[in-house]
């Protein structure tokens, strides 16, 4: 059985897997754990610098490992860090494979700016109530409470959770995504308004075994698209050649 790590972005939780969870097949075991910088618990990582690190342990924690590891929007950021850090070290990169959804990335140190920033920090609050939206389903939320929900997440990540991610932003140019060489699924989002989805395929292009797949939609394919999106997965998947397992103990 092949196991699938499951990894949500800032300032949301495991539980915005939710509406994939039916559609998983049988044959595959998947793990969803609250991170460190989920929306009610940030305040004991505002101020890691070392997100990477703390990823390692959150892998390390998968019984017999992770197969293929799902990283969503901020969380892809900490994950390259981690694989582009174990690569330049010479050690195995220790998952079979990796799906990158709706990330942030840039080439070079350039390609950053001072008018992106008002636009970005403007737009977070959008993305939190859009991820609201999606999650609650059925269940219609009013706009004004919905709005103030999401403004209650922006108050709990805070200016310092904001910054770790502005941070790992703006190291990605400096990454080695030249030495990530397990196979790599990048997910944009063609309407995305927050993570351009020209950054996705341009991650794509730059990781050596790196694949883009532009889908209609926004920010949270897993959530405007769950059967669609556990298809992808699973068909990556199924390509993924199989991690070495440990030797079992005599």
Not at 130 to 146: A, N
Request: glycine share 10%; charged share 25%; net charge negative.
């Amino acid at each position: 059985m092949k196991q699938i790590l499951l990894l949500h972005g800032l300032g949301n939780n495991g539980g915005i897997w939710n509406g994939v969870r039916p559609h998983w097949r049988d044959d595959v075991r998947v793990h969803a754990p609250d991170l460190p910088w989920r929306g009610d618990g940030i305040d004991t990582w505002r101020f890691e610098t070392d997100s990477a690190a703390r990823l390692e342990d959150v892998l390390a924690a998968v019984p017999g490992g992770a197969d293929v590891v799902v990283a969503h929007s901020f969380s892809a950021l900490p994950l390259l860090e981690l694989l582009s850090r174990r690569a330049r070290d010479g050690q195995p990169a220790g998952i079979g494979g990796v799906v990158l959804v709706t990330p942030f990335y840039r080439r070079q140190p350039e390609d950053f700016h001072w008018d992106m920033i008002a636009p970005l920090l403007t737009s977070f609050p959008e993305t939190m109530g859009e991820g609201i939206r999606l999650q609650s389903g059925s269940r219609r939320i009013d706009p004004e409470l919905r709005a103030d929900m999401a403004r209650r997440l922006c108050e709990w990540v805070g200016p310092y959770g904001w910054l770790r991610f502005f941070d790992a932003y703006l190291n990605s140019p400096r990454l080695r995504i030249d030495l990530i060489t397990v196979p790599s699924l990048v997910i944009g989002g063609a309407e995305d308004p927050t993570a351009p989805v020209d950054e996705a395929r341009l991650l794509a292009a730059d990781l050596p075994a790196g694949e883009a797949h532009i889908v209609d939609g926004g920010h949270f394919p897993m959530l405007e698209r769950p059967r669609w999106f556990t298809d992808a997965v699973h068909e990556f998947l199924d390509r993924v050649p199989a991690r070495p397992r440990p030797a079992a103990a005599l």
